[in-house]
């Protein structure tokens, strides 16, 4: 089945500081989505990605889809500690309903 | 309008007892997900059902677990003869729609989760 890999897997940083997460795939993305997890939460929808090359910012995130549409990245810049999570990426491919999770990057936040 | 709702929010059974495991989608929301995350990993697909159908169920153990959605009533997830493996965190998603429109396929929505302990 299809692999979607999710780097780091955690990721301390003191207030202020940027964070990003990467997430890749071996295989061509029809799209991907990012979603928020709160420690003891849900998942909760930040935002879908379509096109090659695309940026979508939200605020102090700002979202990528590769070129290629193998990789996507989440960059939070100056982060606050009210960003703690888990952030998720999930994609399909190849007009699949079902997306596949990665892991996730555990975002912790130092004030 | 309510969100998906999830119920109980914590269930703890004993080993060999069976769980039952709820999920009202969204309003409107005629397409449902089960999904199932143990601690720090990831969320790991198991079954997708519309109104009863059970679209795509690759995801689910073909021993002790099954799932329903009714015409009427919460969708259900059932799992038998509990194990203490069977421990995680169980989440439903609904969505508005199944696959893509234009390439983009519709978000889910997530409700708070069951919290399954086996003693």
């Known amino acids: 089945g299809q692999q979607v890999m999710q780097i780091p897997q955690y990721q301390h940083v003191q207030e202020g500081e940027d964070f990003t997460t990467y997430c890749n795939s071996s295989?061509?993305?029809?799209?991907i989505q990012w979603y928020k997890q709160r420690p003891g939460g849900h998942p909760v929808f930040l935002i879908q990605?379509?096109?090659?090359?695309e940026v979508k910012k939200q605020k102090r995130l700002t979202f990528q889809f590769g070129e290629a549409k193998k990789n996507s990245s989440l960059h939070i810049t100056a982060t606050q500690t009210t960003d703690v999570g888990t952030y998720f990426c999930a994609a399909s491919s190849g007009g699949s309903y079902i997306p596949t999770f990665g892991r996730g990057t555990s975002l912790i936040v130092h004030p | 309008n309510a969100g998906v709702m999830q119920n109980p929010r914590h269930l703890v059974r004993r080993r060999g007892q069976e769980a039952r495991l709820r999920c009202s989608p969204m309003k409107g929301h005629s397409h449902v997900y089960w999904y199932r995350q143990l601690p720090e990993e990831g969320l790991k697909f198991m079954v997708y059902?519309?109104?009863?159908?059970?679209?795509?169920e690759s995801g689910m153990p073909k021993e002790r677990f099954s799932a329903e959605f009714p015409k009427e009533g919460p969708s259900i997830l059932r799992i038998q003869q509990v194990v203490r493996g069977d421990s995680a965190a169980y989440f439903c998603?609904?969505?508005?729609?199944?696959?893509?429109?234009?390439?983009?396929?519709?978000?889910?929505?997530f409700g708070p989760g069951t919290r399954l302990t086996v003693l």
């Open positions: 059902l519309q109104k009863e159908n059970i679209i795509d």
């Open positions: 295989t061509t993305l029809s799209n």
């Open positions: 998603a609904s969505s508005l729609t199944s696959g893509t429109s234009g390439g983009a396929w519709r978000e889910q929505f």
């Open positions: 990605l379509v096109k090659s090359g």
